[in-house]
């Protein structure tokens, strides 16, 4: 949208209060506020201005979280409202999903929301959900389009209108055996399995609080009773021969930019000898620096990975030589792996589409030995990819360099920022399941639940390609006496919204087979309303169709490429319904849609699951309805 350069200013519309001219820009929810402003720019590109003659500026004249910056109250990229002198120009761009971008005319940085606090930063353009924005001509405001709230300008912390609605009441459709869930819930750090058989994950909401399980499905743990005290982004846990070593991104305070280290006291991990500024950030990084990996032995040396990237060469894994195993003195070793395009784009109703686009930024990146392969872990912000290949001692001293061999998504929904764990002692042949959490919001997504981290799943290596499988731990949670099974369409299924299902379909032959086999889960009595799962001969992928899910009309297909041929005349689909989560698996692939059934039309308990068959094959389901 092309906009009139007399609509290029920041208008202050304040009721009641004396006119702001100066301060940071942030969100707030209502846009009636007091402080809510006319944010337009033309697509030409022109200085944002105030209605008293100031300009949005940015704090410090440095681009948010580009090197050490990130947004706060004491820090660099905020934007804030200053002298028109010297100020910088901006421009409208078209974004996915029909939001837009708001750019600096010389195309350095985005305008971009900060979630921590609220406020609004200029950070390197990513193609985040945190860029895409709606100008609203008729209200002269521009909003945030993956949440409610327009930009606002105040001289003093927090907003001045009367704060956030109320949330509203808890989907009965929440997940109930998912148990780390909670509205701030993010990318978890460290997954580990320690040497007593006890599984540890720490969860980024609550700045790493500490979570503990014997089984990976029943976890104890706290968000407010945090024993670490690190910062609140993601990270990893090493253990050496010397000691148990954290690794975390500093994000305020001293040594701020730096990834920070910490040494475990106690054999259960919940005490830390904290080490400070341990690896700090090359100068050659300009798009990010954060998410350290597991430390890992190659060629009798130690290293340690940081996600990073820069405009110039694109998204990497930065890689640091460590002195010894106790993983306090550094020497960077360049690039392990660097890639300027992402494997397809995830849209905005968290649709994976088979087109690449460009990336300069690598978030949560895992690297580890598994059978005879290396694989690598990567999210270029939206695709949570995967990398199977080799590492060879081509880099400076020997430093490992790892080239892909095949690559493909770890889950074609909602799952993301996955961080991989392990036995103590890592090997190929040790077993490894990746954590990860449900993701940004999708349009079907119930309300009121805020988010969860997914079960772990299972990862193996075929050849050169990864396969993601559900955990047999699961089978703690079905109640033995709901167990059916039968076969046809007709078969008598687990009923409710908190069922496992597994069909096991054949076919003649997969190569000219047509249609499509599957379930229809949380579905009413008389079938008007559900969610389909299952395998699409006719264009080769696994999926999952909310179209028929929700109270809003929508279109949404979620799917995951698989050839017919590949699944040797059986479809085995697994399907986990945890009320508006579900955890799906066919073929090594994986989905995690996040849907919202209508409670008005039919209750949880009244939901049910059939057959859905149109490719003609020979099918049989067994399930369970399951308990936390």
Known sequence: ????????????????????????????????NASATTFVVSAAGGQIKTLNGGCVVIDGSTVGKKGPGACDPNGKGCLTVGSCTGAPFWKVVPASGGASNIVLTDNSACLDFFQTNRLIQAYPCVK???????????????????????????????????GPPPPPAPSPF???????HAPGVYDPSGPLLDQSGVWHTWEDDGAWSHWTSHDLIHWNGSFTENTTNFGGDTGSVSPTPSGVYAFWPIMNGDGKGAIG??????????????????????????????????AFEFNSKWYVGVGCGNKEDGAQFCLFEADDDTLNNFTDRGSLYTTNTTFG??????????????????????????????????????TNQWWVGTLSPSGPNGAPRFTPEQVGILDYGNGYAAKTGTTWVQSGDAR???FGFTGWSEPTMPSGCGRALIIPRELHVDGSELKILPIAETDVLRKPSSRRFGSGERAEIASGSQVELRLNCSVSDASIAQGKVGV??????????????GYDFDVQAMYADHSKCCTAPNSIVQRAPLPATSLDGMISLVVFVDGGLIEAFLGGRAITPLVAPDASVAAPADRVTTIANTAGANCEIESWQLSY
């Open 1 to 32: 949208t092309t906009l009139s350069m007399a609509q290029s200013r920041l208008a202050i519309a304040v009721v009641g209060l004396a006119t702001v001219v100066s301060g940071e820009l942030e969100i707030c929810s209502g846009v009636n």
């Open 128 to 162: 985040s959900p945190n860029q895409g924005w709606h100008v609203n001509s008729t209200k002269n405001t521009i909003e945030a389009a993956w949440r409610p709230g327009v930009v606002t300008v105040d001289g003093t912390p927090g907003c001045v209108d009367p």
């Open 174 to 180: 929440c997940a109930t055996y998912h148990p780390i």
């Open 261 to 294: 280290s910490a040494k475990a006291t106690t054999s259960d991990l919940t005490a830390w000898d904290h080490r400070g500024p341990t690896i700090p950030m090359p100068a050659r990084i300009n798009t990010g620096y954060r998410d350290p990996v597991r």
């Open 345 to 382: 784009e995830v849209d905005s109703n968290i649709v994976w589409q088979p087109t690449n686009v460009t990336a300069n930024m690598m978030e949560c990146p895992d690297l580890f030995p598994l059978g005879d392969k290396w694989v690598l872990v990567g999210s270029l912000y939206k």
């Open 432 to 434: 490894r399941l990746v």
């Open 520 to 533: 229809r889960t949380l579905s009413t009595a008389d079938g008007a309303a559900y969610v389909e799962i």
